[in-house]
């Protein structure tokens, strides 16, 4: 029986340790393309910060602006763009995110979906959700002309009235440890007016007016919106697979510590058997 | 001459911040230059070349639409994308073109998916007739 026991031992130590390999490799993996992922990230921020205040102060320079994009009006229908990741093994990343869409929903409501990632797309997908768009398979290379695209698409339903309110789900990148999932509204601009402590009247010129310069901006500062969201979701991506295999390889290694252990004890018991049955056996001579 | 602060933003980063003389953009309404101490000014800019002048010379780049806002602290230009016509592939721009033609014959009926290749299509020139002005 022993011996039996020994086997068994020995084979699990081996499972755990391939499966250590993989972890660890994958670890390895996410924290370089982490390096490269979270650079992108900066980088887009400054111009999604620049063009945001630019829309703050044209709105507020015009004492009666209002256009379709900043009227608020009855919410009837929702659509929800949500960011998630390709591939699971990333600890809650996934499942984080997509709780928060469902917790966003209110009773009985089934907003439209964009799913940006291939987890957000099944999920969405198999439970009865209106799919409008699905975009797997974009995270890493986030291209601008598919973040035009899903910008469009957002930008015509709203202005076309098939959905009231836009909204934004994607993990924010706080540091390689820490990642939040947040919402973002994103249509209708809430107020920019509010955002802004004093407008400024420096008589600035609008060619040809301040409501078609933000008109024609509207879907480039939500195209970059949501290059900046993807970028900053798949750093999150990143960060977080990057400790849940850590953690994944810690325990795989003190699993093979205790199961070493009981190996040791087992091969003890046997050669102690045997010593046994010698001893008695001379004995009985 | 009198100089300003440029900037160039684009969602890959900061293109370019210094010092120039004078910066010719196409705007919606028409190509617009824009000197030290201009008065504040805000347009959308269409797919076309910009024109800087610094004290070394004149450089031209590609813009593939955004917006320009010139205030006291100089001018920033907010682009999609930005190249200087040095760092212009022209192969890349090429292929782009050829791949924007077949898909507007492709895409006749929808209208969105036209209006995304005629987007390309005038990009790719842009980048190069860019490319073929700054060699001449």
């Known amino acids: ?285 | 001459m009198t100089e300003f602060n440029l900037k160039i933003l684009t969602p890959e980063g900061v293109a370019y911040d210094g010092m120039v003389q004078s910066v010719i953009v196409r705007t919606t309404v028409g190509d617009k230059g824009i000197l030290a101490k201009h008065e504040p000014y805000v347009a959308a800019l269409v797919i076309g070349q910009m024109k800087v002048r610094t004290a070394d010379g004149v450089r031209i780049g590609a813009v593939s639409s955004g917006m320009v806002e010139v205030n006291d602290s100089g001018t920033t230009v907010l682009a999609q994308s930005f190249e200087w016509a040095d760092e212009i592939d022209v192969e890349r721009a090429n292929r782009a073109l050829k791949i924007a033609e077949e898909r507007m014959k492709q895409y006749k009926d929808d209208k969105r998916k036209l209006d995304i290749a005629e987007y390309k299509l005038k990009r790719a020139v842009n980048r190069i007739n860019t490319a073929s002005d700054y060699k001449r």
Not at chain 1, 126 to 150: N, R, S
Not at chain 1, 189 to 210: E, L, Q, R, V, Y
């Open chain 1, 1 to 285: 029986m022993a011996s039996g026991n020994m086997k068994d031992i020995k084979r699990r130590v081996k499972s755990v340790e391939s499966t250590m390999q993989i972890t660890k490799a994958m670890r390895l993996v996410a924290s370089s393309k982490l390096r490269r992922a979270k650079q992108k990230a900066q980088a887009a921020r400054p111009f999604f910060e620049a063009q945001y205040a630019l829309m703050c102060r044209i709105a507020g320079e015009t004492s009666n602006f209002s256009t379709v994009f900043t009227r608020r009006r009855e919410v009837k229908n929702r659509l929800f763009i949500v960011i998630a990741g390709d591939r699971g093994l990333a600890g809650g990343y996934n499942s984080n995110i997509i709780k928060l869409a469902e917790q966003a929903k209110k009773d009985g409501e089934s907003p439209k979906i964009i799913a940006i990632g291939k987890k957000a797309a099944d999920y969405f997908s198999k439970h009865g959700y209106e799919m409008t768009a699905e975009y797997p398979g974009l995270a890493e290379h986030v291209k601008t002309a598919d973040a035009a695209d899903i910008a469009q698409t957002a930008v015509d339903m709203f202005a076309s009235g098939v959905v009231d309110e836009i909204r934004l789900f994607y993990t924010e990148f706080v540091s390689p440890l820490v990642q939040t999932p947040a919402e973002l509204e994103v249509l209708p601009i809430s107020s920019p007016k509010a955002k802004i402590a004093a407008p400024n009247k420096m008589g600035t010129t609008f060619d040809p007016s301040p409501e078609a310069v933000f008109n024609r901006a509207i879907p480039k500062l939500i195209t970059s919106l949501i290059v900046c969201s993807v970028n900053e979701a798949y750093a999150s991506e990143l960060g977080a697979r990057r400790t849940a295999m850590e953690n994944a390889t810690d325990n795989a290694e003190e699993m093979i510590e205790h199961l070493s252990l009981m190996y040791n004890r087992a091969r003890q018991e046997k050669i102690t058997n045997e010593l046994n049955e010698i001893v008695s056996g001379a004995n009985a001579l």
